[in-house]
Each structure stands twice: as C-alpha cells, then as structure tokens.
C-alpha cells in the first residue's frame, strides 16, 4: 500500500462511512516511498467527513492520531494496533472524537497518563479495550474509583495483578457500560476492579478474596449460555426474551441476538 493511492481513494470516495486497511505485517511503511502512512491517513479523515468506522494498521506515528482527533468528528468506531509514539496519540483521539462509541487498540504504547486524564470520556463511550499497551494495575484501580457507573476488567493469564507492582502493565483491560453492572460469569484469569479499591477489600460471595477486586470461578452458567446462545439463529430478528433459570438470577437476550448476559433477580426488565 502507499499514501498515493490511499489519498487517492479520500478524494474519490468522500461518501465513505466504513474504511479497513488490513497490513499483514506490522507498522509496515508505504511501498514504494518507504514513508510513514500519517499523511494518507489523514487524508481519509479529512475528505471523508461522514466516517463512522475506521480501521488502522501500517507505520502509524501520534500524527495520525492528531488528524483523527481534528477531523475525525463523527467517528463511532476506532481500531488499531501496533501504531503511535507515546501517550499523546490516545489523547487525541479521547480528547478529539466527539462521537467515538467504542475504541479497540492493541500493541500500542498508550498508558496510564492519557486515559487518566480523559477518563471522563470513558463515560460517554460504549467499551474500550487495550492489550498489550502500557497501563498499570493502578491506573485501572484509579479509573474504577472514577468511573463507578462502568465495569472495569482486567484480564491477566499470569495471575492475579496484585502478585506484582502495581506499576507492572497488565495484559488486557476493558473498561463497559452495562444495565447489569457487574457480571457473574467471569472466568479465573477475569477480575472486575472494584470502585472502593483504595479501601476495604470487595467480596460478592467470590471464593478469593482481594483488595477491590473480584476473583471468579467459571460457573455452570456458562454452558447454559453458551447453549442458549444457539438459540438465536437469525440476526435480523429483534429478540427480547427473558428466561427464569433460578430465584436468583436471569438469562436476557437483547437486541438482534447479543450474547445473552446474566442479571440477578432484583433487576427490572422493561422493553419498549
């Protein structure tokens, strides 16, 4: 690929709502120039002023997060991966995408001061997820005690985060709005931040106990979801079905057959 023929493709195609570029290799350069790819980028975000999904990968630097963030206004969707310079990419695009809904990014060396700092954000988005950035077990627990309304997740197969420093990167982290708040079918490499982290410890009847998180074993639930999950075929049908599997808990399918999500019995279901 080169940033000819992506600005190219801006030019004649301003009307683009969804563009992908899948670079097989990572933080690939332009072919025949050799030149990072920022600038064709930017030319997409600039021309395409209707994007609402869009799609990274090649040699990416914080430039072309700086013409996401400017240009890029009605944005919903953002994935990327092994692209940016530092902490000011992530803040761009949090600081800049005023319609952004959900944010993918992987390999990229974001860390703990940009979210900090744009943690208000996170409020008006649907998810974020990070793996294999740069964000500590401390800046989740700080986002937790922020954002008491989202569900906080970190998801480490190395074991529990507090075995290591805090200032130790974890894994994976996903931060999402929820009706349900927490969930109950976390498996044992899955733990939910908790919002009074910095205080006393979290126990929800979990079988181990941390200082604001919770530590799950899979449940029998799970096989039931996965089961139920085959029920729902065909997703241009809109489903709203609830299902009473105990006096204490709920299974719920939502809109056009999501994956069916857990909810005790004191939540109040109302379809309109």
């Excluded at 857990?262 to 939540?267: A, D, K, L, R």
């Amino acid at each position: 690929m080169t940033n000819d023929a992506l600005v190219t493709i801006a030019r004649n195609r301003p009307n683009m709502i969804r563009f992908r570029l899948c670079i097989i290799e990572p933080q690939t350069p332009d072919y025949s120039t050799l030149e990072r790819l920022d600038a064709s980028f930017g030319a997409i975000v600039q021309h395409c002023k209707e994007l609402r999904k869009l799609s990274l990968s090649g040699l990416l630097t914080d430039r072309v997060f700086e013409y996401i963030g400017v240009h890029a206004k009605k944005l919903e969707i953002l994935s990327l991966a092994f692209a940016g310079d530092s902490d000011l990419g992530l803040h761009y695009v949090l600081s800049g995408c005023e319609s952004l809904r959900k944010l993918e990014i992987r390999d990229c060396p974001f860390g703990d001061e940009a979210l900090l700092a744009n943690a208000a954000k996170l409020e008006t988005m649907r998810s974020l997820w990070m793996s294999n950035c740069s964000v500590s077990f401390e800046a989740c627990k700080l986002l937790a005690q922020k954002l008491p309304e989202l569900n906080v997740e970190v998801i480490d197969e190395r074991g529990h985060p507090d075995t290591r420093p805090e200032s130790c990167p974890v894994e994976k982290l996903y931060i999402y709005r929820t009706v349900s708040r927490r969930r109950f079918d976390t498996p044992g490499f899955v733990w939910i931040v908790a919002e009074d982290a910095s205080s006393t410890p979290y126990s929800n009847g979990c079988n181990t106990r941390y200082g604001g998180v919770e530590a799950r074993e899979p449940s029998i639930l799970l096989f039931l979801l996965a089961a139920l999950q085959q029920l729902v075929t065909n997703n241009e049908f809109k489903l709203f079905m609830l299902f009473c599997i105990t006096k204490d808990y709920y299974v719920f399918f939502g809109w056009e057959g999501a994956c069916p999500t857990v909810y005790p019995s004191s939540y109040h279901y109302v379809s309109v």
